[in-house]
DNA sequence: GTTTTAATGGTAATAAGTACACTAATTGGA
DNA sequence: TCCAATTAGTGTACTTATTACCATTAAAAC
């Protein structure tokens, strides 16, 4: 139903699609989803959905992603609107693209599953619908200037991580190599991270402690820091 | 009329929302207009229109900006998506806003009469309908990050300038003021600045040079240049 | 005790940022 | 014509980040 004063303009659907990136460790992955519906069927595409009357745009996103995903607490944020006219074959729609960072681990294979979808390591990336490439990319750009400024990248980690985990993850980000003294320094200088008396047994003999990223002391510090890596 | 794939999913209404600034050589100001048009007659608003079926969004906003300004070459780029469900009164909308600078001169004037515009100083901002203030907001704080890695302060300041206007411009968009010299020192290493070989002599006796931004040379440089100012 | 990766300190060189004060050019008016 | 007033224009020393480079010890597993 349109709104009095707004009747002879034109209505449209709106599309939320997420670009959801994760990290196993070594690699950023982004998900993607085979389509199991139409329009594109069987081919790939983000996770998307449409915005429902009753519901904010940004509301729809957080449902579409607890729906294809079963994780409710996300870190998630607007990344652009996607507004060209044949943008979507089969019909006009504007997509509101998100930006959404999640801790990969196990037990959501299921779900993965359930929704046909598969995490991709990001230059092995397949053919995709629409201008979902194009919004991936905007994504990933997003991801590296946001993440100079603030500290999304724990986002990706698990709650406990090691010193070197935190540095293949930003390494991954800029895809390039930092120096570990001189990124330890740095990370540390900023006093944000815990020290747990617990150690990673995995990778090492030795083993490396478990740091945890301090919420609430990068709130108070939040204003000295310009620049986080 | 909804595409086949899509047919019981709701459509809405698209507005374009444009937060203008523009800078008179001491204070940033955006450029509202007063509404002479349902709803919400004769309150302050941004600039804005709907998008039509058969546009993209960006081509939108830009001719209502062309409508309503009578000019054709304005910087502009898309800041953010504002969806919440009630955020119009009269209805349901999302609206795309965008962020746009221009250089105000004289010659606009009979334009802004025309649909009732004015061109306000930012901490005077009157009451404005729906969420548009909060837009206004998110605009003041991109300007702020955008100025700082790019050169689009230019946009903001007459082709010909001087340092001085450039640097009340900077100034003026974070609230703050700088060291003459190390201001100048720093905008001139950047090799963008082209000096005239003409004067301003309104404000001064010794008068001072215009510059031009050469944006060619900027093109060439800027992958070397990550921050503006 | 051999192997493996973690953890750590230092330093030198470079680049970026900050603080600070005087002279130059010109005009208008005495 | 000269003085006063006004804004333009400029250099240097100091401090703080950033980067690059190098090497050794520590802990634990086998």
Redesign the interface.
């Known amino acids: 139903m349109?709104?009095?004063?707004?009747k002879n303009?034109?209505?449209?659907?709106?599309a939320v699609d997420s670009i959801i990136f994760g990290f196993d460790g070594v690699k950023l992955k982004a998900l993607l989803i085979k389509r199991n519906?139409?329009?594109e069927t069987n081919k790939w595409s983000l996770m998307g959905g449409?915005?429902?009357?009753?519901?904010?745009?940004?509301d729809?996103a957080t449902r579409v992603l607890t729906q294809l995903t079963g994780l409710s607490d996300i870190y998630m944020e607007?990344l652009?609107?996607f507004?060209?006219?044949n943008r979507?074959s089969?019909?006009?729609?504007?997509a509101?693209a998100y930006f959404a960072l999640i801790k990969i681990d196990d037990h959501s294979d299921e779900v993965l599953q359930q929704f046909n979808a598969r995490w991709f390591d990001l230059n092995k990336i397949p053919k995709m619908i629409f201008d979902h490439k194009k919004m991936l990319q905007v994504a990933r750009e997003h991801l590296q200037v946001k993440a100079a400024s603030q500290p999304i990248g724990f986002e990706l980690l698990p709650k406990k991580f090691t010193l070197s985990q935190l540095q293949n993850l930003y390494e991954a980000i800029y895809e390039t190599s930092f120096d570990k003294r001189n990124f330890t320094r740095k990370i540390k200088s900023l006093g944000v991270l815990q020290k747990l008396n617990e150690k990673e047994k995995e990778t090492s003999r030795k083993g490396s402690f478990y740091y945890l990223f301090d919420k609430q002391q990068y709130k108070k510090l939040e204003k000295d820091i310009k620049k986080f890596i």
Chains 1, 2 share one sequence.
């Open positions: 349109k709104a009095e004063p707004y303009y034109d209505t449209v659907l709106i519906f139409e329009p449409f915005v429902r009357a009753d519901e904010s745009v940004d729809a607007q652009a609107c507004g060209d006219i979507d089969a019909g006009r729609v504007i509101i």
